[in-house]
């Protein structure tokens, strides 16, 4: 199984950018799919984007779709989140995830939390207004 590390959460005013990171270790990277998923004070874990095994494909949530980027370095074995145009909306922790195959059954499926296999610890991203 893979282990995942998340890294560069932070305070950020509204309109500002913030990149996270996340930093794999164990199973080979590259055998994976990887996401990165939120979860607001009092709210449910949701999904925010996703990446196929070599980048090929990626999908996002409509709320973030245009502000937020996800990329992948296999030689690294890591996954970034580039998030620009921040709202205060984006508050929440952010975990990064590691699958199998969440998108085998669709992109809709995939969003679902039982969907993916390991999680990282999160990393705090607070949006001042």
């Known amino acids: 199984q893979v282990q995942l590390v998340e890294s560069g959460g932070g305070l950020v005013q509204a309109g500002g950018s913030l990149r996270l990171s996340c930093a794999a270790s164990g199973r080979t990277f590259s055998n994976y799919c990887m996401g990165w998923f939120r979860q607001a004070p009092g709210k449910e874990r949701e999904f925010v984007a996703g990446?196929?095994?070599?980048?090929?494909?990626?999908y996002y949530a409509d709320g973030v779709k245009g502000r937020f980027t996800i990329s992948r370095d296999n030689a690294k074995n890591t996954v970034d989140l580039q998030m620009n145009s921040l709202k205060p909306e984006d508050t929440a922790v952010y975990y990064c995830a590691a699958g199998d195959n969440p998108f085998r059954l669709g992109v809709r499926t995939a969003q679902a939390i039982r969907s993916w296999d390991t999680w990282g610890q999160g990393t705090q991203v607070t949006v001042s207004s």
């Open positions: 990446i196929t095994w070599n980048g090929g494909n990626t």
